[in-house]
Each structure stands twice: as C-alpha cells, then as structure tokens.
Nanobody, 121 residues
Framework: QVQLVESGGGLVQPGGSLRLSCVAS????????MGWYRQAPGKERELVAD???????NYADSVKGRFTISRDNAKNTVYLQMNSLKPEDTAVYHC???????????????WGQGTQVTVSS
C-alpha cells in the first residue's frame, strides 16, 4: 500500500516561511503529477500548486509569487516552499500524487493525511 507522508507544518507568524515535504513511503514505478492541496475550516479543499514529472508547475492565484513547488524524482518527494505567509494560508495541507505502482499497472490517485499550517501572531 502506498503511503504519502507529509512533514514540515507548524505555527508561524505572518510574513514567515515554512517548507513542506511529502515522500512516498514505498518503491514506485513512476509518478506523474504531484501536488499540494489545502483545506481550511468550513471551506472546500483547493489546489495550491502542482508539478508534472517534467517539471511544469501550476499555482493558485492566491499563492503565486510566494510559494514554490519542486520535486526530487529520485526520492519520490515533493516540496512546497511557502514564503510571506498570511493568516489566510492557515489550513491543513495535503499531498497528492498520481502514480503507477508497478510496470503496466494503472495510474491511481493517492493522498497524504495532511499537515497543519497555522499562520498567526
């Protein structure tokens, strides 16, 4: 069973920075798109940023210029560098990966459990 394990969340003051990491816990044949989503209390889950296997990135308008997504394909890991954090960035951040577990297996969608990010003074 594939598990995506996130780390790096926490409490930070407005204007501060955090770096989230997400690693697939088992060996994977290939990973296509990887992304970060967030869900604030009372709101729907929204895409923050995603990145293809080739390195093409996509960001929500609300985080452009402040967040940077990157990945290390050799380590099956995706990162989210978050700078200039705002109180409205407070949410549970979830990692997502579209991956093929074995050669010729179908592509499936996996989610991490989430890591809390709180931006408050």
């Amino acid at each position: 069973q594939v598990q995506l394990v996130e780390s790096g969340g926490g409490l930070v003051q407005p204007g501060g920075s955090l770096r989230l990491s997400c690693v697939a816990s088992t060996s994977i044949f290939s990973i296509n798109r990887m992304g970060w989503y967030r869900q604030a209390p009372g709101k729907e889950r929204e895409l923050v940023a995603d990145i293809t296997s080739g390195g093409s990135t996509n960001y929500a308008d609300s985080v452009k210029g402040r967040f940077t997504i990157s990945r290390d394909n050799a380590k099956n890991t995706v990162y989210l560098q978050m700078n200039s954090l705002k109180p409205e960035d407070t949410a549970v951040y979830h990692c997502n990966a579209e991956l093929r577990r074995f050669f010729l297996s179908q592509i499936n969608d996996y989610w991490g459990q989430g890591t809390q990010v709180t931006v408050s003074s």
